[in-house]
């Protein structure tokens, strides 16, 4: 009887140490919570220790098992990482100027047997920026064949990227897609023709202010064509006429008139040769005041480029009466 009043007795002062020894342990008061925050804005890292007494607090940066702090000293010779205390209870990481490197998850530790930690995670965000050495810049391709358009960002979250033409235009892709905007690192294009030729805008954005853009000029080549509205003018002597051409070409065409002697018409006394263009597109005028029997015949309208020559006539002819 008196061993079993005993081996009780033992199991109750066991007991008791074991709790005493609890409620003398220290206790986290809340959990570190996860944080998120853009690239060089401040963060603060909140850790809440009841019932410290002579145990110390440290900060402890996981990814590189770099000890921040330890109680009220700064161990870190980063300037950037400092220590705030409002009482014995709470200690707060303050990291300003935040870098990408930051992000990751930091440890508050204390040094009670056992240790005691606890881990909050902080989130880095970083607004998109292009590559540019990823990135296509001006881009000349001959009508025909495929082109594809690249364009690369970083960034936290990773950055999306669309595409759009600079003039608000449609995108003419293949099987009769057309877009305004498209989403995809990569811009494929399959036998282009002249009207895809113009700028582009590679935007990348990812909900971090700002977003970002490159601008990317796709120059389409070919050879001149040309067409002629009105290719017969029946003018009475004494009247002024004017004749017109329209070409395309790219790289830009040469343009010029030709007199029926197969001369290059400059503009000059009665003559008025004009040429006005509109990227790959030039009108062509040529305007002959109070016309004279010798100007009737037939006048020649040319455009060269190094892919090649395009031309036509317009014959100017007195009208009966004439």
Not at 126 to 145: K, L, N
Not at 293 to 309: F, I, M, R, V, W
Request: glycine residues 6%; charged residues 20%.
């Amino acid at each position: 009887m008196t061993t079993k009043i005993l081996r009780s007795s033992v199991r109750t002062i066991e007991s008791f140490t074991e709790m005493n020894k609890t409620e003398s342990m220290p206790v986290f008061l809340e959990s570190i919570p996860n944080k998120t925050v853009v690239v060089g804005r401040d963060v603060i890292l909140p850790c809440a220790v009841d019932n410290l007494k002579g145990y110390k607090v440290a900060w402890i940066f996981v990814e590189t098992q770099t000890i921040l702090t330890i109680h009220h000293t700064i161990i870190t010779k980063n300037p950037r990482f400092t220590l705030a205390r409002n009482d014995h209870k709470h200690w707060y990481l303050k990291i300003s100027d935040v870098k990408p490197k930051d992000r990751g998850s930091y440890m508050c530790q204390v040094n009670s047997d056992p240790m005691m930690s606890q881990t909050g995670y902080l989130d880095v965000q970083v607004p998109p920026d292009i590559i540019d050495e990823e990135t296509s810049s001006e881009v000349v391709v001959q009508e025909g064949h495929d082109v594809t358009l690249r364009c690369r960002a970083r960034g936290s979250p990773k950055p999306i990227i669309s595409w759009k033409r600079e003039d608000g235009g449609t995108i003419h892709l293949s099987n009769g897609i057309n877009l305004k905007v498209t989403d995809s690192e990569v811009l494929h294009i399959p036998k282009v023709s002249r009207l895809h030729m113009g700028a582009y805008l590679c935007i990348a954005s990812n909900n971090v202010p700002p977003s970002v853009s490159k601008r990317i000029m796709l120059q389409v080549q070919f050879a001149p064509v040309l067409w002629i509205p009105n290719q017969l003018l029946g003018i009475p002597q004494g009247s002024d006429v004017t004749l017109e051409c329209h070409t395309e070409a790219f790289p830009r065409s040469v343009n010029y008139w030709t007199d029926a002697n197969n001369s290059m018409i400059l503009s000059s006394g009665r003559f008025d040769a004009i040429v006005a263009e509109n990227g790959y597109r030039a009108y062509m005028r040529l305007k002959i005041q109070s016309v004279q029997k010798s100007d009737y015949g037939t006048y020649g309208c040319t455009a060269k480029n190094s892919y090649g020559e395009s031309s036509g006539t317009v014959k100017v002819y007195g009208e009966l009466g004439s």
